[in-house]
């Protein structure tokens, strides 16, 4: 069973930035997709990037142009780049793969803490 960690949460002061990163315990990546989600209190999760092993990136609007998601496949690694960062984006951040080399099963990460605030 493959494994993801996050790494790269803390705080951070509004228009800070900050880098996430997902280490799979194998090649994933490469044929999977991969996400960056996150849950605030009291809300849902909801998805924030995502990447298709070979297709176009997608972000949710409440991060576009701010937020960067990419993968280095030779370190089996999905990055999230976090720039003007704002309180609302305080969340626990999740990374999140599906696809052929995962059977098709929905894998996740245990979170890492991003808290802006100043």
């Known amino acids: 069973q493959v494994q993801l960690v996050e790494s790269g949460g803390g705080l951070v002061q509004p228009g800070g930035s900050l880098r996430l990163s997902c280490a799979a315990s194998?090649?994933?990546?490469?044929?999977?997709?991969a996400g960056w989600y996150r849950q605030a209190p009291g809300k849902q999760r909801e998805m924030v990037a995502r990447?298709?092993?070979?297709?176009?990136?997608n972000y949710a609007d409440s991060v576009r142009g701010r937020f960067t998601i990419s993968r280095d496949n030779a370190k089996n690694t999905v990055y999230l780049q976090m720039d003007s960062l704002k309180p609302e984006d305080t969340a626990v951040y999740y990374c999140?793969?599906?696809?052929?080399?995962?059977?098709?099963?929905?894998?996740w990460g245990q979170g890492t803490q991003v808290t802006v605030s100043s």
């Open positions: 999140n793969t599906w696809g052929p080399l995962t059977g098709y099963r929905e894998i």
């Open positions: 194998r090649n994933i990546f490469s044929g999977n997709v």
């Open positions: 990447m298709p092993a070979g297709g176009s990136q």
